[in-house]
C-alpha cells in the first residue's frame, strides 16, 4: 500500500512536493513498526518562547574577566595556591589541578594565580557584577539570568561540539540542541530555514542533525545579500523559461530516485533543501538586507564601528530573522582553528579585543528585541565551551578550565536580572547548584514547549545526561 500511494505521488507529477510527502509517509510507516509517535511539529505543552538566538564564544571565555570577577586572584596574585587560604582547591577528590601547574623560569613547578586583567562593577538594579570589557552589555545586566556553576568534561576544543550536543567527542556524533529544536517544531515561516548557523565552524563541530538526519542541519548564511546561501544562484544568467525546465526535469528525476530509495535520509534531505531553496531565494536576500533599519539601529548594533561591525551585522540579522519566525539562529564568534577566544597568552590584549567585538552588538541586540516586544518570546544565550584557569600560563595567558564557568540566557520566559550558582572563590570549582551543559539544553527546550524524551526515536535512547535538568530557578 506504501509502495502504490509513493508511486501515485510520482505519476501524478508531483514533484517535490510528492517526495516530500512520499518521505513522510514513510515515516509513518517506520513508526508504526516501531510503536513510536514521531513529532507532530507541535509543542508538547504550552511554550513561552518561540525562538532561540544562540551566541557562542568559540575558545573558551574567561568567568573571572567577564561575568564571575574574583577580587581574591587580585589580593593573591602572584603567589602559589599552597601559600592562599585556597590550598584544598588542589585536593585530588575536587578534581585535577595539572592545568594550574606552569614553570617558575627555574625549572621548578608552581601553581601560580593570576590576577584580574580588568576591573569591574555592580550594575542595575540586580547589582550583577560584570567586568569593565562588557560596558553596552551591562546596561542590559537587569535582563540576564547569569549561570555561574556550569561544567563540562572535554578539556580541549573538542568541548565546543560538547557544549552543542552534551557528548564528548570521543564517544562519537550526536545530534546538536539546534537540530532537536529543528527535528520536534514545526515551521514558523515556510520561505525561510527553520535553524540557521552564522559564522565559521571547525571541522569537529560542523554538523548538527547525525543520527536524526541530514535535514536537521543548519542552513549556513552569510550576511550578504548579493549571495547570501551556498548555490543560491545559477553560475550564470538564465532564461526564466530555460530555468523552469531544468527545475522541471530535477523534480522529476529526483520523484523517480525517491520513490526508488525512500529510505536515503541523504536524498530526502537534499529534496527538501531544493524545495525550500526555490522559496528562499527572495525571502532570504531579504532579511540579510538592512536598507529598511534606520542609522539609529544600525548604530545600535555597532555596525557603524569597525571592530564591531561584522558581529553587528550578524546579530541584527538574527532580530530580522526571528521577527520572521525563524526557530534556531545559531551564531558561531571566533570560529576556526580553537577559537578567537583561546588565551593561553596575551589574555588581556586577546579578551579586550574580542568583548568589544562583540559586546555594544549584543547589548543592541537585547535591547532592540525588548524595545520590539520580541525578547518576551525569545531566547538569546550567550556561551562558550568551557572557562579559563585562575592560574596563570606563559606569564600573561590562562589555559582551559572545565570545572567551573559562566553561561547567561536572557528572554524567552527567564526570570530578569538574576544570579544563579557560584564558584569559589578564585573562579576553580563550581560548588554552588552546579550544572552540567545539557541543563542549559534543558531549560530551552522547557522554554520551546518540548519534551527531550518525548523525542526520543527507536534505537537511539539516550542517557539520561543527555536530557539534562531545566534550571528551574531561573524561569519565571
Partial sequence: MMHHRRTFLADMGMGFTGLALGALLHREGVAKEHHWSPPTGQPHFTPKAKSVIWLFMNGGVSQMESFDPKPMLNKYGGKTI????????????????ERLVVPDGNGNQRNTLYPLQTGYRKHGESGIEISDWFPHLA?????????????TTDSNHGAQTQFHSGRHRNEGDFPTLGAWVHYGLGSLNENLPQFISIGKRE????????????????VPLRIDPKNPLNYSRPARAFHPDERAIGENL????????????PDDPALTARIASYELAFRMQQSVPDVVNFAQETAETQELYGINQPHSKQFGMQLLAARRMVERGVRFIQIQHGGGGAGAWDAHRGLKANHSKNAKAVDQPIGGLLADLDRRGLLDETLVVFASEFGRTPGSQSSDGRDHHI???????????????????????????????????????ATILKQLGLDSRRLEIPGRKRLDIDHGHPIDEIIA
Avoid: C
Wanted: glycine share 12%.
Fill in 403 to 441: 570545572f567551573g564557568f559562566s553561561v547567561w540566557m536572557a528572554g524567552g520566559g527567564l526570570k530578569r536580572g538574576v544570579v544563579h550558582g557560584a564558584t569559589d572563590e578564585i573562579g576553580f570549582h563550581a560548588v554552588e547548584n552546579r550544572h552540567y551543559v545539557t541543563d542549559i539544553h
Fill in 203 to 218: 571541522y569537529w563541530n560542523k554538523r548538527d542533525g547525525h543520527y536524526l538526519g541530514p535535514s536537521h542541519d543548519a
Fill in 82 to 97: 599552597a601559600e592562599t587560604p585556597f590550598a584544598d582547591a588542589q585536593d585530588p577528590e575536587k578534581l585535577a589541578l
Fill in 139 to 151: 546596561k542590559q545586566a537587569d535582563k540576564l539570568a547569569v549561570v555561574r556553576s556550569m561544567w
Fill in 250 to 261: 530535477i523534480g522529476q528525476l529526483n520523484t523517480i530516485r525517491g520513490v526508488e530509495y
